[in-house]
């Protein structure tokens, strides 16, 4: 499995911007895909946005597209998701997830999907 480490957290106002990196330590393969999951209290994790390692293909959740961008650099194992023209409701705790192998099924916005799991870092988003 790959182990995953979030940093970029913090703290901003309305309309600012904020970039967040997950580093990867362990085995990638061009098949493999990473993405972003954020999660409220009490409710339920929720997509945010994917890229396959290999060919670079993005998804996004409709909430978020036109404002944040996913990006991975593959020579220091790295993913971003760089955060623009935030609101207050995009606060919430950003987990970075794993999934080792995908095939042509991959559902990137299914928790299920993900085999590793970072340990969140905290956005806070205030109006």
């Known amino acids: 499995q790959v182990q995953l480490v979030e940093s970029g957290g913090g703290l901003v106002q309305s309309g600012d911007s904020l970039r967040l990196s997950c580093a990867a330590s362990?085995?990638?393969?061009?098949?493999?895909?990473m993405g972003w999951f954020r999660q409220v209290p009490g409710k339920e994790r929720d997509f945010v946005a994917a890229i396959r390692w290999g060919f670079g293909n993005t998804y996004y959740a409709d909430s978020v597209k036109g404002r944040f961008i996913i990006s991975r650099d593959s020579a220091k194992n790295t993913m971003y998701l760089q955060m623009n023209s935030l609101k207050p409701e995009d606060s919430a705790v950003y987990y970075c997830?794993?999934?080792?192998?995908?095939?042509?099924?991959?559902?990137?916005?299914?928790?299920?999907?993900?085999?590793?799991w970072g340990q969140g870092t905290q956005v806070t988003v205030s109006s």
């Open positions: 997830a794993a999934a080792t192998e995908t095939n042509t099924d991959y559902d990137p916005g299914s928790y299920l999907e993900y085999d590793s």
């Open positions: 362990g085995p990638t393969f061009p098949n493999t895909a």
